[in-house]
């Protein structure tokens, strides 16, 4: 596997995959149309994960690498939209929801909860939808996962092309000085009120209008007091509008 920055260039009808500073490895001609599917991969009894995968019209060359979204904390399969639709065109895509995030489902120990686990969930993912060549699109917390999965070496390098990080969270366990800042990372999303503070200060663009109150308040009643799988906001059900948006 080649660990180093992946560049993308669109050279006449094709859009090129490869890496920084040397040759490209992949070249896929653009299509019209893709077709999208969604998948449920049973982990265990309790953890199903939910997929959405999308695959360029026409024949795909196997050598092509599905690109594998990661979320970041708080996010969702769907939090990848705008970018599968730029490159479902060229490229197979699997955007997953972590457990017990989006439509995944989860236990509701936190123990349940770790970066091992999560690295087994992408591995099983992997595996059970028969994909053989992976590369790992990871943001914030999907970063680190994504850097987990490398470097474990689960999955042979002959499958796991490369890595995209966008912003990663550090490999090592997060350090938050301020007591304060931790409380809130850890609650926040026990409830409503703390869900919709999320919402406004982390998961929303702070150029543009501010969302409305009828907006935030679209939070689907499903959140449940707890941490994880106790208490969820499937953030994939709130529409934020495109200038709301930021995946930075």
């Known amino acids: 596997m080649y660990q180093g920055d992946l560049s993308l260039k669109r050279r006449n009808d094709h859009l090129i ?9 992949f070249a896929v001609t653009i299509s019209s149309s893709t077709t999208t599917t969604t ?9 199903n994960l939910h997929a959405t995968l999308t695959t360029p019209a026409g024949h795909i060359d196997p050598s092509i690498p599905t690109l594998l979204l990661l979320h970041y904390w708080g996010g969702s399969s769907g939090s990848f939209s705008p970018v599968v639709n730029v490159l479902s065109p060229y490229f197979p895509t699997a955007a997953l929801s972590f457990r017990s995030w989006g439509d995944s489902t989860g236990p509701e ?3 349940a909860y770790t970066t091992t686990n999560s690295c ?8 059970t939808l028969g994909l ?3 590369v790992l699109v ?3 917390m999907g970063g680190k996962v994504a850097m987990a999965v ?3 070496h689960v999955v042979p390098a002959s499958i796991l092309k490369g890595l995209a990080l966008l912003a990663p969270a550090p490999p090592g366990p997060l350090s938050i000085a301020d007591p304060s800042m931790r409380e809130q990372q850890l609650h926040a999303f026990d409830n409503t009120d ?17 969302l409305s109150d009828e907006l935030v308040k679209s939070i689907p009643s499903v959140v449940r007091v707890g941490l994880f799988g106790r208490g969820r906001c499937r953030r994939s059900d709130i529409p934020l509008p495109r200038s709301h948006r930021r995946f930075a």
């Open 109 to 111: 120990e936190i123990e």
């Open 17 to 25: 995959l490869g890496r920084v500073g040397e040759h490209f490895d």
């Open 138 to 140: 990871g943001h914030s």
């Open 39 to 47: 998948k449920v991969v049973t982990v265990s009894e309790r953890v």
């Open 132 to 134: 053989k060549a992976v």
């Open 120 to 127: 087994s969930d992408v591995e099983t993912v992997i595996q």
């Open 194 to 210: 703390n869900a919709e503070a999320v919402i406004n200060t982390y998961l929303t663009a702070q150029e543009g209008p501010a």
């Open 150 to 152: 490398a470097g474990r």
